[in-house]
């Protein structure tokens, strides 16, 4: 008589998926310094359809953002929540959309297991979700996310859509990052995907 085959004997042969790391403000929506009122919410154009290719092509999404305003008391738990819920409104995506979402309140001079540039979140979901980082990516508008990245050996793209200036992407190009005018054309480009 046969044996079954239990779940943990097929791990090894399971393919590993493709994720997304994204930061928050400047990628996914307008940045406006400290985001905390839901009226401030817009998202970048194309986003949501970018997003949506992406679920459609079986990446797995994540959200990492610093939120240093919380621990400087410029805006509370609740409000950037709130933010958070009316983002994921107006994005409309289907299941599974955006798996997790992570905030990291410290200021920069505050120690922190989470604020980016520390891959930890990112290495946490790798582990969790059956990720390969050799087919993963972190996208953002700022030097931390870049370097999120590539401490957690997955790729790095900066998109100029936010608040970075000049100096960050030269910083970006001399470190191989990918550079983007925004997440869609990365999509679009780096990604291969593509909507009407």
Request: hydrophobic content about 40%.
């Amino acid at each position: 008589m046969a044996c079954p085959v239990r779940l943990t004997d097929l791990a090894p042969f399971m393919p590993l998926s493709r994720a997304l790391f994204l930061d928050r403000d400047g990628n996914l929506i307008e940045d406006h310094h400290h985001t905390s009122k839901i009226e401030q919410i817009t998202l970048i154009a194309e986003v949501k359809p970018a997003l949506e290719a992406c679920l459609m092509a079986g990446y797995k999404l994540f959200i990492l953002t610093n939120q240093s305003g919380l621990n400087r008391g410029i805006f509370t738990w609740e409000q950037y929540h709130a933010c958070n819920q009316r983002m994921l409104e107006l994005l409309d995506l289907p299941a599974p959309g955006i798996l997790e979402i992570k905030a990291a309140p410290e200021r920069p001079d505050e120690p922190s297991l989470y604020r980016k540039p520390s891959p930890r979140f990112i290495l946490e979901m790798i582990t969790l979700h059956d990720i390969d980082p050799q087919h993963s990516w972190m996208v953002g508008d700022r030097r931390t996310d870049w370097d999120a990245g590539r401490n957690a050996g997955i790729h790095s793209c900066a998109v100029q859509s936010g608040a970075a200036v000049e100096a960050d992407f030269d910083y970006a190009r001399s470190m191989n990052y990918v550079v983007r005018k925004n997440f869609p054309e990365f999509v679009r480009v780096d990604l291969g995907l593509h909507w009407s």
